[in-house]
């Protein structure tokens, strides 16, 4: 009998530490069913950040670094840079990859290094309790902003998918999400997309998944799920670059 739903081979039979109703835990999935898909388990790297996904090696069965924080695009540089056979991707938080580590992340997409960053983003420093991130939306209540982000005194959070698509470096840039079955499938081809920029040596791919964290927005899971909307008029879901298809095109006329 044909089986239409199975367990991706790369994604090891342990039990998410993620709390309920947290995203993690289908990004990690489809991630796991493209690297099945695209046959790169073998020479496949991951790199961890610091944050909620830091057992990334728990998780998925692939070698996996964990960099310092905010370290994740430096360290895939450096790994690629040696080893170019390797397909190399980080899996890094908003706090991680768009504060501590943005230097590194918007330098690697500069300079068009040929790796794939996938930055979760749900808006709030996760592992050390809600603190404002980046990407803490205009009015949003976290621990360290308790009466919500003020852009006058914080600032406006980074559109990073609209801005590392105007950079030349970068082959494949977008925002995607996984509150419903559509945008778990749109997501899934996303990530293809921003492997297959590395693996045909166009740039930089940089997929980016507005997720839930219901935890620190106080909220139960399914609530939390549907508030995931909520961020997606702020941060517009879509491609904003794809230089895949483009090449995918031109090898095809
Ligand atoms: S704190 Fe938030 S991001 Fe971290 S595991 Fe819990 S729900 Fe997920």
Not at 164 to 189: D, H, I, M, Q, Y
Request: a positive charge; one cysteine or more; glycine letters at 8%.
């Amino acid at each position: 009998m044909y089986k239409a739903f199975k367990f991706p081979k790369s994604l090891k039979k342990n039990l998410f530490h993620y709390c309920p109703g947290c995203h993690h835990s289908i990004a990690h999935r489809l991630l796991c069913e493209v690297i099945d898909e695209l046959n790169i388990q073998e020479k496949s790297v991951g790199i961890a950040s610091i944050g909620c996904a830091c057992f990334l090696y728990f998780y998925i069965d692939v070698d996996i670094l964990e960099a310092p924080h905010g370290r994740a695009c430096a360290v895939a540089t450096g790994i690629k840079r040696a080893k170019p056979e390797l397909i190399v991707f980080t899996y890094q938080g908003d706090g991680d990859f768009a504060a501590i580590g943005f230097n590194e992340s918007f330098h690697s997409a500069l300079r068009g290094e040929k790796i794939t960053a996938i930055m979760i983003n749900n808006t709030v420093y996760g592992m050390t309790g809600g603190q404002l991130s980046p990407t803490t939306l205009p009015g949003q209540k976290t621990t360290t902003t308790p009466e919500g982000r003020d852009p006058n005194l914080y600032g406006y959070p980074p559109k990073l998918a609209e801005i590392f698509a105007n950079l030349e470096g970068v082959a494949f840039s977008g925002r995607f999400a996984v509150n419903t079955p559509k945008r778990v499938l749109e997501t899934k081809k996303a990530f293809k997309k921003a492997f297959l920029a590395q693996i045909y040596g166009l740039g930089f791919g940089y997929i980016e998944i507005l997720s839930s964290c219901p935890v620190n927005w106080k909220m139960d899971p399914v609530t939390a799920n549907k508030e995931v909307d909520k961020l997606a008029k702020y941060f517009p879901l879509g491609t904003f670059k794809d230089e895949v298809e483009k090449f995918l095109k031109g090898e095809e006329s």
